[in-house]
T-cell receptor
Framework: DTEVTQTPKHLVMGMTNKKSLKCEQH?????MYWYKQKAKKPPELMFV???????INESVPSRFSPECPNSSLLNLHLHALQPEDSALYLC????????????????FGPGTRLTVT | AQSVAQPEDQVNVAEGNPLTVKCTYS??????LFWYVQYPNRGLQFLLK??????LVKGSYGFEAEFNKSQTSFHLKKPSALVSDSALYFC???????????????FGTGTQLKVEL
């Protein structure tokens, strides 16, 4: 099973709202990722978690707050977003460093289409 | 810094004809290269990867890719295109995050493939 699930599929929120995006995988992957993607553009990396610890924050504004409660779950908490934050938010997971194996590909969820009004 | 380039924004092919989507890379050390496909309003799907070994890599849905070290290229190919192959294709290169773990994918700008009857 190479499935990454994301909820909700669509989200419309006002600039004063607080909401959360959720991501789940059961592949035993210990690295999880959040990406932001605008239409027809490549995904932009936001955060990387490795073994439930934050590994990379790509200078993302503090109105985006990631959380990794356990090895299968990844959340993205949203607060006071701007209209320019409207995008497709993708979650992905992969093996972490495995010197004897080569399964480094990331598996992506279907995304959450976020609209900020 | 590692990077990949996709020189064509769009590729048009007639159904049944062979297709090629181009990708060139710039890395220090051994490259870890990937191809992903994205259908409208969906997440990215992993197609294939090159880690080491044979220069011709076979992947999902009849796609294959040819790794050429002298030309620093990793072109995606399919012998006979289908209308259903029409989608956005991304080439990516992977780097391990030494400081905190996880894998960083750097994507190309994407190539829109259009297969017509």
């Amino acid at each position: 099973d190479t499935e990454v699930t994301q909820t909700p599929k669509h989200l419309v929120m006002g600039m004063t709202n607080k909401k959360s995006l959720k991501c789940e995988q059961h592949m035993g992957h210990r690295a999880m990722y959040w990406y932001k993607q605008k239409a027809k553009k490549p995904p932009e990396l936001m955060f990387v978690y490795s073994y439930e610890k934050l590994s990379i924050n790509e200078s993302v504004p503090s109105r985006f707050s990631p959380e990794c409660p356990n090895s299968s779950l990844l959340n993205l908490h949203l607060h006071a977003l701007q209209p320019e934050d409207s995008a497709l938010y993708l979650c992905a997971s992969s093996q972490d460093f495995t010197p004897l194996r080569s399964s480094y590909e990331q598996y992506f969820g279907p995304g959450t289409r976020l609209t900020v009004t | 810094a590692q990077s990949v380039a996709q020189p064509e924004d769009q590729v048009n092919v007639a159904e049944g004809n062979p297709l090629t989507v181009k990708c060139t890379y710039s890395v220090s050390g051994n490259p870890y290269l990937f191809w992903y496909v994205q259908y409208p309003n969906r997440g990215l799907q992993f197609l294939l990867k090159y880690i080491t070994g044979d220069n011709l890599v076979k992947g999902s849905y009849g796609f294959e890719a040819e790794f050429n070290k002298s030309q620093t290229s990793f072109h995606l190919k399919k012998p006979s295109a289908l209308v259903s192959d029409s989608a956005l294709y991304f080439c990516a290169v992977r780097a391990y995050i030494l400081t905190g773990g996880g894998n960083k994918l750097t994507f190309g700008t994407g190539t829109q493939l259009k297969v017509e009857l």
